[in-house]
């Protein structure tokens, strides 16, 4: 079983930026793919980015492209979600996620899921 441990939300103005980390432990990090989720008060959880074991491969949903940015380093144990461009709309808690088993692409549904970090973007 792996812990999954995010940081780095808070409150930031529309236009700024964040770095959202999460720590991983309790097994072999490197060989799980990783994924950031978000959920808006009334409003389901959505997919914002994943990334392959090595880190060679992301992916995000279109709404997503172009201001996030996810990435790894597996000697840290850590994944990070580099937020550009921040919209209102971004206000979420923000949810690190793994995969289901090793060298598996596929994040629906993950294996483990984070406690979760808010960001509050303010107009």
């Known amino acids: 079983q792996v812990q999954l441990v995010e940081s780095g939300g808070g409150l930031v103005q529309a236009g700024g930026s964040l770095r959202l980390s999460c720590a991983a432990s309790?097994?072999?990090?490197?060989?799980?793919?990783m994924g950031w989720f978000r959920q808006a008060p009334g409003k389901e959880r959505e997919f914002v980015a994943g990334i392959n074991w090595s880190g060679g491969s992301t992916y995000y949903p279109d709404s997503m492209k172009g201001r996030f940015t996810i990435s790894r380093d597996n000697a840290k144990n850590t994944v990070y979600l580099q937020m550009n461009s921040l919209k209102p709309e971004d206000t979420a808690v923000y949810f690190c996620?793994?995969?289901?088993?090793?060298?598996?692409?596929?994040?629906?549904?993950?294996?483990?899921w984070g406690q979760g970090t808010q960001v509050t973007v303010s107009s």
């Open positions: 309790g097994r072999t990090f490197s060989s799980y793919a």
């Open positions: 996620a793994s995969g289901r088993a090793p060298y598996e692409l596929d994040l629906d549904p993950p294996g483990s």
